[in-house]
């Protein structure tokens, strides 16, 4: 199983910038994908998670309006827009997966542990 993400970058205050995390070695449609980040001397935090077919799809507070995760079942990619960035956005974003089915497709995922498959990061920073 392999997770890559892309599409960081350096952006102004204001900016938008699109995530990809593709996948290999397993169908996101079977699992719960999140997107993470981690800035320097933090924790890493939970930022949105989707799960196909349910329409689960939930986002941090510090994000809610301005990011929007989506998936291509097709690409077996997962895309997070991140619109109005802050520079408190800067940080390394990450994306993660973990199989799911039945009633377990119904719940959140918010903490980093519950995650089996974590991609490499891809650094966003946003200047002021």
């Known amino acids: 199983v392999q997770l890559v993400e892309s599409g960081g970058g350096l952006v102004q205050a204001g900016g938008s910038l699109r995530l990809s995390c593709a996948a290999s070695g397993l169908t996101f449609s079977n699992y719960v994908v999140g997107w993470f980040r981690q800035a320097p001397g933090k924790e890493r935090e939970f930022v949105a998670q989707?799960?196909?077919?349910?329409?689960?799809?939930y986002y941090a507070d510090s994000v809610k309006g301005r990011f929007t995760i989506s998936g291509d079942n097709s690409k077996n990619t997962v895309y997070l827009q991140m619109n109005s960035l802050k520079p408190e956005d800067t940080a390394v974003y990450y994306c993660a997966a973990k199989a799911v089915r039945g009633y377990s497709r119904t719940y959140t995922y918010t903490g980093p542990d519950a995650y089996d498959y974590w991609g490499q990061g891809t650094q966003v920073t946003v200047s002021s």
């Open positions: 989707i799960i196909w077919g349910g329409g689960n799809i």
